[in-house]
């Protein structure tokens, strides 16, 4: 079992800059593979992005490609999803999860989820 929490998530003007964070405890951090999902008003929950264990390989969805980076300290049990440029479009609650499977996308489904937080982007 794995617990996961996110915080940072906050209002932000739409060009600013927020960086979410995720820490993780249970079972040994490095063992899983993470990933940001977010829900905006009125939609499905979608991917953001995810990265392998060892954080040397990330993946995002085409609409935060070159604006969004997630990285990870094993060290600290803690994931980041870093936001720049950010548009009134990414307002929606984050979410961070943990697989044991492998794979960068969506898909295997993840195993575990944060209870989120909150990104407002006001334009």
């Known amino acids: 079992q794995v617990q996961l929490v996110e915080s940072g998530g906050g209002l932000v003007q739409a060009g600013g800059s927020l960086r979410l964070s995720c820490t993780a405890s249970?079972?040994?951090?490095?063992?899983?593979?993470m990933g940001w999902f977010r829900r905006a008003p009125g939609k499905e929950r979608g991917f953001v992005g995810g990265l392998t264990r060892s954080g040397s390989s990330t993946a995002y969805a085409d609409s935060v490609k070159g604006r969004f980076t997630i990285s990870r300290d094993n060290a600290k049990n803690t994931v980041y999803l870093q936001m720049n440029s950010l548009k009134p479009e990414d307002t929606a609650v984050y979410y961070c999860a943990a697989k044991v499977d492998a794979g960068l996308g969506p898909r295997p489904p993840y195993d575990y989820w944060g209870q989120g937080t909150q990104v407002t982007v006001s334009s």
């Open positions: 249970g079972r040994t951090f490095s063992n899983y593979y």
